[in-house]
């Protein structure tokens, strides 16, 4: 509009911005609310934590490493039913390890 017709269309800008910035705000809305009733109705069962995360997140907190090291599994099963991150107790759902390229 302003290329066409050569002049600052001050009015049409801050109407754009608006209805955008309204547009954007409801979408947002939506799929939070979305996600909180995915969640809301997901059932959350704790999982063991294996002596190996144990081992990574306490790599990972400690040094900033994030090499997975490779633990022998005890013969008592060697998991805990929660995962330490520094002196904090946190009780794990279900976790993922992906690896990346370096």
């Not at 063991?48 to 490779?70: K, R, Y």
């Not at 998991?79 to 759902?93: N, P």
Request: hydrophobic share 40%; with cysteine.
């Amino acid at each position: 509009m302003e290329i066409s017709s050569g002049r600052a269309a001050a009015a049409l800008r801050a109407a754009f911005l608006v209805t955008a910035g309204k547009f954007v705000s409801k979408f947002h809305a939506e799929r939070k609310e979305k996600l909180t009733a995915m969640l809301d109705s997901e059932t959350w069962r704790p999982c063991e934590v294996t002596v190996a995360l144990q081992q990574f997140m306490s790599n990972v907190t400690i040094d900033g490493s994030s090499s997975i090291p490779v633990y022998p599994e005890t013969s008592s099963g060697g998991s805990d039913s929660v995962l330490f991150v520094g002196k904090e107790k946190y009780a794990v759902i279900r976790y993922v390890l992906v690896s990346y390229l370096k």
